[in-house]
């Protein structure tokens, strides 16, 4: 079984910074693709950023140059770092990973992190 646990959510002000972290725990003999995804109220789940195995990263048109995605192999951890943030930022932003754990290869998902930005 693989446990997600997010961070660093919270309020900030339009233009500020907050950084998310979401570390993976429980037997886990592999992991692939890592990503952040968000849901604000009353919409659809998208995709936010990225990165493979490999360090290969992609983003969302709408988060480019603000956004960067990381990821520690050895703490099995990603990272969001977010910059210049702005209002429409305002989502529950959720880690997943595409990840071999044992008895099952698929998609995990964290429980979510919500992030406010006001204006």
């Known amino acids: 079984q693989v446990h997600l646990v997010e961070s660093g959510g919270g309020l900030v002000q339009a233009g500020g910074s907050l950084r998310l972290s979401c570390a993976a725990s429980g037997t886990i003999f592999s992991i692939f693709r890592m990503s952040w995804y968000r849901q604000a109220p009353g919409t659809q789940r998208d995709l936010v950023a990225t990165?493979?195995?490999?360090?290969?990263?992609n983003y969302a048109d709408s988060v480019k140059g603000r956004f960067t995605i990381s990821r520690d192999n050895a703490k099995n951890t990603v990272y969001l770092e977010m910059k210049s943030l702005k209002p429409e930022d305002t989502a529950v932003y959720y880690c997943?990973?595409?990840?071999?754990?044992?008895?099952?290869?698929?998609?995990?998902w964290g429980q979510g992190t919500q992030v406010t930005v006001s204006s």
């Open positions: 997943n990973i595409d990840a071999n754990g044992g008895s099952y290869r698929g998609l995990y």
């Open positions: 990165v493979t195995s490999t360090g290969v990263t």
